[in-house]
Structure formats: C-alpha cells, structure tokens
C-alpha cells in the first residue's frame, strides 16, 4: 500500500512538474484525436441526416452496417489498416504507416460509424416539423439543415463527446498503425501500455490520471447534455 501511494504521488508531482515527455505524449493524444473528430465530423452528421430523412434503395443495409460496425474491436480496424498501409499494401507507396496521418485514419474509422448512429437517431428523435417550417419561411436547404442541427445540438453534442471519448481511450489501433514511437506517435494509450511492460509504472500512472480526468470531464458534459436535452423536450 506505501508503494502505490508513493507512487501515485511521483505520478502528481510528475504531472506538476510540466515533464515535457510527458505531457508531449498528452499532445500527441489529443492532436490525432480532434483532428480525427473534426475530418469525421461533418460527413457524418451528413450521412445520418440523409439516412433519417431520404428512403433509398438499400437504406436500411447501410443502417445494419454502420450499427455492425460499432462492434468492430479496435484491433481489428487496426490490422487492415496496417495491411492496407503496409509497403505490400496497396497504399504502401504513401508511406503512412507508422506516423500520425496513419492514426488519424484509423481513429476517424472508429468514430465514424459512432457520430453517424448518433446522429441518426437524434434526427429520427427531432419534430418533424422543423424542416417543413424552415423550407416554409424560405429557407434554403443548407438553411433548413442548420436550423435541424441546431434544434438537436445537446444529442450532436453528446455524439461528439461519445466519439472523442471511444478514440482517445484506444489503443489497439494506434499501437499498430502508429508504432509507439517516441516524440511523434507515442499516446497516452500507447505509453501506458509500454511503461506498465517495462514495469515503470510512475509515467503510466500519471498518463492514467490525465485519462480519468478526462473521462470524469466527458461524462459530466455529456450528463449535462442529456439533461438539458430533456429539460427542452419537456419545455416544448
């Protein structure tokens, strides 16, 4: 028990201290995540709002599989990717593979199918009427979409909040496609893992508070989301 706490300590004073490798693996982490989260942002608030509101040809199987998809474990995406990455790879000539652009692809992968399953049901969750009384006062099609966005923001929100936390907190995916290599690739996942092999585990603790604090943060936002959500339901 003086052991963990010792070493729970060096890991606060590790933190306060402002380790540069340290806190250069938290900015890796949140780099590739929200750059992740923003390419897949918009595509797939897109891709959800047409699957609510078109019927196509098709349209319940492209629902099937973006639900599927979520199941899919990170390790998984993580191996095609890398056989797709790799110099025997048909995208090997790009020379992706073990780099940041490479992390980046595979955690959009990964939020991707959450953002669009979020988002479709929030808009299947939205009156109705919101489009036609926008297309009614005159509003353009990009117009009526964002007055719809804004009428579900709390549930977008609360996709967006979800995605970031799936990302951020994997590791499969980046340990193979990123390599874990240090000062460019290395995250807070990848790092944990490392330095708990390695048996040191004062950097994997303090990386693990920095993950808590995060978690802690994302869910008291997305709990205040859906509450809001709620409150303005039983308002309208």
Partial sequence: MTELWQTLLQALAQLASGDDQLWGIVGVSFSVSLSALLIALLPALTLGFVLAYYQFPGRWIAISILNSLLAVPTVVVGLVLYMLLSRAGPLGDYHLLFTQPAMVIGQILLCFPLLVSMSLSAFQAADQRVLETARTLGANRWQAFTTLLFEVRFALMAAVVTAFGRIIAEVGCAMMVGG????HTRNI????????????????VALGLVLLSLSLVLNVSLGWMQSNSRVLRQAS
């Fill in 180 to 183: 874990n290599i240090l000062h």
């Fill in 189 to 204: 996942t990848t790092a944990i893992a490392l330095e708990t092999g390695k048996g040191e585990f004062v950097q994997g």
